[in-house]
């Protein structure tokens, strides 16, 4: 197992992302409308309010203190549900920008993680934090859900992108994103290590903005 250099574009606009197109176009005719006009191309900026429960193992626990250094969203373990917002908007070179404000603001234990879903080399799906730790991600459609699942992890550093073993990483991220009724949806993260098993977990449900 060994770490590569791969060269990349810099910072320069790409083509809107389009999920429909990366999932498929029949996968994506299975989502619901709602599921598909959240990440829908060109889809405005919109704020949804919810809250998480956020759980990680000890192992869990050390991987998210070392990603921290890099950026990584990875949120602390709590005891309770804390309140969520999560911001969504254009990043204005073609990649959107998932923003997450947890706890109360103002508060010490309030957190913000933030990061960037973006084509990558060879129209892949990247996701990106502001500290260069990301994932080449994977987008399926399963019993009528939006999943996207880790591929692998990169460092992204200028021009260049630095791919770290899979053991030297939380595990493998699955993100769901999942209709629970008229103007709603549950948001799941799970990670499993290959050798610590489940890492994080993340669960809960967010609402639509009312239209006005």
């Not at 996968?27 to 619901?32: D, G, H, I, P, T």
């Not at 709590?78 to 254009?90: E, G």
């Not at 549950?186 to 098993?197: C, I, N, S």
Request: charged residues 15%; positive net charge.
């Amino acid at each position: 197992m060994h770490t590569t250099l791969h060269s990349t574009a810099g910072a320069t606009a790409q083509p809107a992302l389009d999920f429909a197109l990366l999932a498929g176009a029949a996968a994506w005719q299975q989502l619901s409308p709602a599921i598909r006009k959240r990440f829908a191309t060109g889809h405005g900026n919109v704020t949804y309010q919810g809250s998480l429960q956020l759980q990680a193992s000890v192992i869990g626990r050390v991987f998210g203190a070392i990603a921290s250094v890099f950026g990584s969203p990875l949120a602390a373990r709590r005891k309770h549900p804390v309140p969520a917002t999560v911001k969504v908007l254009s990043d204005g070179l073609g990649g959107v920008i998932w923003e997450r404000h947890l706890g109360q603001a103002g508060q010490a234990d309030s957190q913000c993680v933030r990061s960037t879903k973006r084509l990558g080399p060879g129209g892949g799906l990247d996701e990106c934090t502001d500290g260069g730790l990301s994932m080449r991600l994977e987008v399926c459609v399963e019993e009528g859900a939006l999943v996207f699942y880790s591929h692998h992890y990169f460092l992204l550093l200028g021009r260049w992108r630095l791919r770290v073993p899979s053991l030297l990483t939380p595990g493998t991220c699955r993100v769901e994103h999942r209709d629970e009724g008229p103007g709603c949806f549950r948001f799941t993260l799970d990670m499993k290590h290959p050798l610590w098993g489940h890492t994080f977990h993340q669960t809960g449900v967010f609402h639509d903005p009312k239209e006005s």
